[in-house]
DNA sequence: CACCAGGGTGGTT
DNA sequence: AACCACCATGGT
């Protein structure tokens, strides 16, 4: 089971060692969703930089982001890497919910409507998705991505246990609302940077109070010390 | 030059 | 439902 790992707990300990995250930084509803899909595989450093290009051409909205040209948007959005996928995709995304009546007109669909609806769009996967549910929508879900499969994994002692689906309902379960939802994941991917993704453990791997610490590493087994001297 | 970033898609088990 | 290989770019 994925009950090894106290979610409510971790939660807490990740607030008190790095402090609220204060996510998403935007200045509407519909910034939150383009910075979501715009910020794939990519730096929010990057991204940042391609929602304030859009802002600057006056296309943070639904209807004239959907009917600008493709190469408007793809020399927009360049700083966030990837333009020539993102930038069809984006504007179909624009186009969905334009076609909604904006933001406000898609409220009123069913958290697993809504999500089945954005993933249906091209270039929305489950972590995109959840994204915007949580931070567009205030809905209660639990995003999962790489940062908290790797955390997870490292504080669990059956990473076995450690599925996609049963995480994402075992989290909402024990930690039931939006807002924490909300803090946990900005707090995940904030630890996220400061642990290193190729050694199994090392002390920045680690939560206090909550965790495998020097004791058990054993860095010199690792090929890799790149991250941590 | 190598590696990474707030993943997605399509095809398999 | 979970896993996989492959994809696509700018930054450091």
Redesign the pocket.
């Known amino acids: 089971m994925a009950g090894d790992v106290q979610f409510a707990l971790l939660y807490r300990r990740l607030l008190a060692q790095h402090g609220a995250q204060h996510?998403?930084?935007a200045a509407s509803r519909f910034e939150?969703i383009v910075?979501?899909l715009l910020?794939?595989?990519?730096?929010?450093?990057?991204?940042a930089?391609a929602v304030e290009a859009l802002r600057g051409a006056d296309l943070l909205d639904p209807g004239a982001l959907s009917v600008a040209s493709e190469w408007q948007l793809g020399r927009l959005i360049?700083?966030?890497?990837?333009?020539?996928?993102k930038a069809p995709r984006l504007r179909a995304l624009a186009a969905y919910i334009d076609g909604a009546g904006g933001v406000e007109g898609l409220d009123g669909l069913s958290t697993s409507e809504l999500r089945d609806q954005l993933?249906a769009?091209?270039?929305?996967?489950?972590?995109?998705?959840d994204?915007i549910l949580l931070?567009a929508f205030e809905r209660a879900v639990f995003i999962v991505?790489?940062?908290a499969l790797r955390l997870f994994d490292r504080l669990s002692g059956s990473p076995?246990s450690l599925?996609?689906?049963?995480l994402r309902s075992t989290v909402v379960a024990q930690l039931p609302g939006s807002r924490d939802l909300n803090e946990f994941h900005?707090l995940i991917?904030a630890h996220?940077?400061t642990i290193c993704?190729?050694i199994p453990r090392c002390e920045r791997c680690s939560v206090q109070g909550l965790c495998r610490t020097a004791a058990d590493i054993d860095v010199g087994r690792h090929p890799y010390r790149?991250t941590h001297a």
């Not at 599925?163 to 049963?166: A, M, R």
Request: aromatic share 12%; charged share 20%.
């Open positions: 996510w998403w930084p939150i910075g979501a910020v794939q595989r990519t730096t929010w450093h990057n991204a930089a360049k700083p966030a890497g990837f333009h020539s996928r993933i769009l091209d270039g929305i996967g489950a972590e995109t998705a994204a931070y991505d790489a940062y076995a599925k996609p689906g049963i900005a991917v996220g940077k993704r190729r790149k």
